[in-house]
């Protein structure tokens, strides 16, 4: 029988914190700025800048550590990683080593086996690198650093995942209790959230670890499960062969969905880490833990239950609806305008993640506005448009957060309900079509809906449905 393998996975996420400036100092953290236009002698590393420690990014830090039920260390301290490379200018990064800012945590999934613990190792604040740019000019690399001192947490779990499904809950679930925060909008595509995959295999009912290797360039959930499934087979290949799998890091490539060796695996001791000496050491103190716990927003369990009770939605909207905090923030907000809880779970559930799913976006990019969306609640509701009319308006609202009420006035797309112009298309219908009137009038009620097809498509849309049936029957009998 062949041998059963089993698949070993710990991760390290990397998430650039919400602060508005960098860590160690004033400059923007904005995403996007022409490159090195956010930076000073302290993000660039010039000799003699001394860095100051950013007060919010400790207490993000804390707020994440405690909501994924870990120890703050209450005396932690800064350390210098050593390392040459052109996006980090200093040749050091200030990071956490010894006394990390949190440990011993744990998330809790939902798999298919009911709901497991996955364990947080640590988690350490540090400074992010600059970016190289590899294609812009031939034979060169530019570098930007902006990004260089952007506040990150590194969030290091236990090797308690066996599958990319457990590891892609896991991540789900981190982005979610950071994103209800407010500590980071963690995007994958635009690197504020970053995962490493740490993977080893072996045969089923082993207790020792194989051989682990370390995937980075991770930035899509569907990348992160391409790459496991793939480093997965690589190593059992390899062991089946009679060969060891090789300690190393390894680059994933999503377009080949292949990975290739980037470097040998480094330890803590290859960055020769020390004690930062230019900063004092954080004491946190009771009183200081427990403001950060009477600070925590309402967190998404707890918004569940209360939208289930406040707006009286089902516990499947509800659940779709907290998902993520964006999702929630636009029901609650336009909710509170039209005071229609229940259109605007369907809105959102329907036609909103129908949208998001054709244009492959997330809740955060979302930029429609929720006055707008319940301003097209209030008209559909009051029968000024059709409801075919307030989805094509609806795309107008997802897409250019259109003025619902000028744009239909503009476009002329208000319901028909004259009686006159109605009765005049319906009548010029039923006299075009004698075939469909002997069958309906034969029984066959199908007829009937092709009819109301023909006079929807002369109305251009605006017809009140309704009205058209009736108006049929009517003139039929
Ligand atoms: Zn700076």
Not at 45 to 72: D, F, H, R, W
Not at 114 to 132: C, P, Q, S, Y
Not at 387 to 403: G, L, Q
Not at 458 to 467: D, T
Request: negative net charge; glycine residues 6%.
């Amino acid at each position: 029988m062949a041998k059963q393998y089993e698949t070993v996975i710990g991760l390290e996420v990397h998430i650039e914190l919400a602060t508005k400036t960098k860590i160690f100092c004033g400059c923007s953290t904005e995403f996007g700025g022409a490159p090195n236009t956010h930076t000073c002698p302290v993000c660039t590393g010039m000799p003699g800048s001394l860095p100051v420690l950013n007060k919010q990014v400790v207490e993000y830090a804390m707020a994440i550590g405690l909501a994924t039920n870990c120890k703050i260390t209450q005396v932690c301290k800064f350390d210098r990683k050593n390392y040459f490379y052109p996006d980090n200018p200093q040749n050091y990064q200030i990071s956490q080593l010894y006394l990390p800012i949190a440990r011993d945590g744990y998330v809790e999934i939902e798999t298919g086996r009911g709901t497991k613990k996955v364990r947080i190792h640590e988690m350490h604040m540090e400074e992010d690198a600059g970016k190289l740019i590899h294609d812009e000019w031939d034979d060169t690399s530019l570098v930007d650093y902006n990004r260089s001192g952007v506040p990150l947490v590194e969030i290091v779990s236990e090797p308690d995942m066996r599958s990319a499904d457990e590891v892609i809950a896991y991540l789900e679930k981190l982005r979610m209790i950071v994103q209800y925060l407010g500590a980071s909008d963690c995007k994958l595509q635009e690197g504020s959230m970053r995962a490493d995959v740490n993977l080893s295999v072996r045969e089923v009912g082993t207790e020792t670890f194989g051989t682990r290797t370390e995937m980075k360039n991770l930035n899509s959930f569907k990348a992160i499960s391409h790459a496991i499934e793939g480093e997965r087979e690589r190593q059992i290949e390899l062991l089946e062969a009679g060969k060891e799998v090789v300690q190393e890091t390894r680059r994933w490539d999503d377009n080949k969905e292949h990975s290739y060796a980037m470097r040998s695996k480094e330890d803590a001791q290859d960055y020769r880490y020390f004690p930062e000496p230019d900063l004092v050491p954080i004491v946190i103190s009771d009183e200081w833990i427990a403001r950060i716990k009477a600070q925590q927003p309402e967190l998404r369990s707890e918004k569940l239950e209360r939208y289930k009770k406040e707006f009286d939605i089902p516990q499947y909207d509800a659940e779709i609806i907290t998902e993520s905090k964006r999702m929630a923030d636009i029901f609650e907000a336009t909710t509170a305008i039209c005071g229609k809880p229940k259109k605007v779970a369907n809105w959102l559930m329907g036609e909103t993640f129908r949208l998001m799913k054709e244009q492959d976006m997330e809740p955060q990019d979302l930029k429609f506005s929720p006055e707008n969306l319940a301003k097209l609640i209030d008209l559909a509701d009051a029968g000024t448009i059709n409801s075919s009319v307030a989805k094509d308006v609806f795309e107008k609202i997802f897409f250019e957060d259109v003025d619902p009420e000028k744009y239909v006035e503009e476009n002329g797309l208000k319901m028909v309900n004259d009686e006159g112009a109605l009765r005049e298309t319906v009548e010029r219908v039923i006299a075009e079509n004698p075939q469909a009137v002997a069958d309906f009038k034969g029984g066959k009620e199908k007829a009937l809906g092709a009819m109301m097809g023909q006079t929807m498509r002369a109305m251009k849309g605006k017809a009140n449905p309704g009205k058209v049936q009736e108006l049929l029957r009517e003139l039929l009998s």
